[in-house]
C-alpha cells in the first residue's frame, strides 16, 4: 500500500498520510473512552442524529473542535512561512474547478465522510461486539487513509468540516470555496445515519 501511495504521489505526501492516520487512531484510542473521539463535528452530528449523545454536548464538541482547530492553524501558521506556499503542500482544502465542479466536489467530501461515519458507527455497535478491541480506531484509521488516497488527487480530502476550512481561513487561500469544506461532511454524515440504521445495523 506504502509502495503504491509513493508511487502515486511522492514519498513526502506518503510520510504524511501514514502519519496522519497513525495520528487519528491514536487520538481515538487515547480519547474514545472520554469523550467517544469527537475530533470531528461530522462525527458529532452523527452520534447526535444516532441519539448517542445529546444536543448539548454535540454543540459544546463541535465549538470545542472549531477553537481547538483554529488554535492549532494560528499557532503553525505563526510558527511558519506559509505565504509563498501552494495549495497542494500546505495542507489547504480545495479544488481544481478546471477539472470538477463545486457540485462534484461538495459530492465527494460528503461521499468521503459517509463512509468514514458508516465505518464508525459499525465500530462502535454493540452487536458485532468489537467496541472495546484495537479494532475501532483501526478501522477508523483505514477508512481516513482509503479516502484520502481516493480523495487527494481532487478535493485534498477534507471530510472534517473543521480540518477542510480552518486552514483556509487562517491562510486565506481559496475560502471561496469554504461550503464544500463545510457542509459537505455534514450531508455526508446525515446521510449515513440512516443507510447504517436501515440497511447495515
Known sequence: LSSGINAEYGRGKCLTLELFIIGIGTIVHIIGPVSGGNVNPAVSVALLLDARISL???IFYIACQFIGGFAGAGALYGLGNHQNISVDISGANAYDPDSISGAQAFFLEAFGTMFLILTILASINE?????????????IGVSILIMHIFL?????????????????VVTGIKTDQFWVYLFGPIVGAITAVPMFNFVFS
Open 152 to 168: 487527494i488527487p481532487y478535493t485534498n480530502c477534507g471530510i472534517n468540516p473543521v480540518r477542510g476550512t480552518v486552514w483556509n
Open 56 to 58: 448539548v454536548r454535540a
Open 127 to 139: 452487536r458485532r461486539e468489537q467496541t472495546k478491541t484495537y479494532l475501532t480506531p483501526l478501522a
